[in-house]
């Protein structure tokens, strides 16, 4: 018996990362997976692995822009067209950029925030009443451990996960009574494309993370899908509104040893 048995879940920016691992470990625990993503051939191939390998009607692709409400209308409309309700979403597509507060772009701030805030808020406001029509749920957001403290070149960023969090804690107090948890991951460094994008092998930077992280290494994206699927299954059934730390120990404090 998988953990996921009979729910239909949502996991955005689904093509690749974690929000990728996400996918494989819900589909493998049972879940029907709607696979959301603006990488639309990498998404089309990830959902026909996934129905290969376990069976017609367990995985589609949607193309999922976050920031346009009309592209989340199309999405749940399909969700529920292909598997009859929604009652998971995994709000985890994001974009990251590096530049200090004073050279940041207008642009540049705004693009992230319509991303990795706007399209964590427009996940919530369009599929939560679609939870609750299939009697509750859950719904996950992906902050970072720069939501919860700073990060020097990364502003926008840090600001935009932050918002996540606000965004996590009052859809826990509004939706709780819809029978709707809604709690949040706070990644470390995770080694996927946005952290990694030429893909250089984990070892060269072994040392870096050795200094930087307690437990002496990068996280992996499977160890995040790992916590969402902990958040959105019954084992976390009377946890809501929190933020999880999943990064190595790094927040835990400094170390001078
Ligand atoms: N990798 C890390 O070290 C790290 C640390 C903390 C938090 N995070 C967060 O984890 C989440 C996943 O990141 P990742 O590391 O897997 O990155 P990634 O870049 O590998 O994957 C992000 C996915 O989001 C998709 N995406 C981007 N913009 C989109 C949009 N407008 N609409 C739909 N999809 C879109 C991308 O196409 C991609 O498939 C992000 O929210 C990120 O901010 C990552």
Redesign the pocket.
Known sequence: MGKLDGRVVLV??A?????EQEARLFAAEGARVVL????DDAGEALAKELTEGLGEGRAVYVH????REEDWTAAVALAKERFGKIDGLVN?????RFNELLSTPLEEFQAIVS??QT?CFLGIRTVAPEIAAAGGGTIVN?A??TGLTGMAGVGAYAASKHAVLGLTRVAALELAARNIRVNAVC????D????NPEGVDPASTAGLYRKLVPLGRIGR?DEVAALALFLTGEDSAYITGQPFVIDGGWLAGVSIL
């Open positions: 955005t920016g093509a690749r990362g974690q929000g959301a993503d603006v990488l999922l822009d976050v920031t985890n597509a994001g974009i990251l991303v990795n399209g992906t970072s451990y990644p470390g460094a995770i996927t494309p946005m952290s994206p």
